[in-house]
């Protein structure tokens, strides 16, 4: 059983196109965090959010407490976003509980 | 600074060999983790330290040893290590407030161990 459910699995989109990645999780928790990881390479956080949303140049993030679901949009996509992209989510513990991510292809 | 720190970048060792992969940050965090992570897979861990005390072991084989010498410095030992046991050795480290949230999560470039 996955605390944290990621879709879709692999992305492949046109440079310039609007992306999205849902995630969905099953437990409480304090934080959501969405995370970039580039081929070979260590994770980035992007974001940290516990409601509403947040907007970082062309990322934003959003996430819906009662639905327990999040997502995060990319706009004007661009070869160099191509990475595997993270939900993790965290409670009171410090325990982080991820997803299996979200491969993103961006084709020039 | 809102770096961590990991050093070496690659390792290459054999079965019978001793060596350790050493992390740091200084960010003034007090939790701080090892999470193991296989190509194509996201990261699993393996240990957390929570204010330089051991709070979270995850079934991990005693050939792996975690050491907290400090706040701001995390060692992982490898002793007769395994060809499975390659991987990408991850350190990160959070806040970590104790009943609070534990705060973003700040990873370092990882370790790529390779074991003959």
């Known amino acids: 059983k996955n605390e944290v459910e990621q879709s879709p699995q692999n992305l492949t989109a046109q440079e310039g196109e609007f992306i999205t990645i849902n995630c969905s999780y099953s437990v409480g928790i304090s934080a959501l965090h969405w995370l970039q990881q580039h081929p070979g390479g260590g994770i980035v956080s992007l974001f940290m959010?516990?409601?509403g949303k947040k907007k970082h140049g062309r990322l934003i993030a959003t996430i819906n407490i009662q639905e327990k679901h999040s997502s995060l949009h990319i706009t004007a996509s661009h070869p160099r976003d191509s990475a595997v992209y993270i939900c993790?989510?965290?409670?009171?513990?410090?325990?982080?509980?991820f997803g299996t991510g979200t491969s993103l292809t961006v084709i020039p | 600074d809102t770096e961590v720190t990991q050093t070496p970048k690659h390792l290459v060792m054999g079965m019978t060999n001793k060596k350790s992969l050493k992390c740091e940050q200084h960010?003034?965090?007090?939790?701080m983790y090892w999470y193991k992570q296989k190509a194509k897979k996201p990261p699993e861990l393996m240990f957390v330290?929570?204010?330089?005390?051991?709070?979270i072991n995850e079934s991990v084989p005693s050939r792996f040893s975690p050491e907290c010498p400090n706040s701001s410095l995390l060692n992982l030992h490898l002793h007769a290590l395994q060809p499975e046991d390659s991987a990408l050795y991850l350190c990160?480290?959070?806040?970590?407030?104790?009943?609070?949230?534990?705060?973003?999560?700040?990873f370092g470039e990882g370790s790529r161990l390779t074991v003959l």
């Open positions: 330290y929570s204010y330089e005390k051991l709070s």
């Open positions: 960010m003034g965090h007090r939790a």
């Open positions: 959010l516990s409601s």
């Open positions: 993790a989510v965290s409670g009171t513990g410090n325990q982080f509980y």
């Open positions: 990160a480290s959070s806040q970590g407030h104790l009943g609070l949230s534990t705060g973003e999560l700040f």
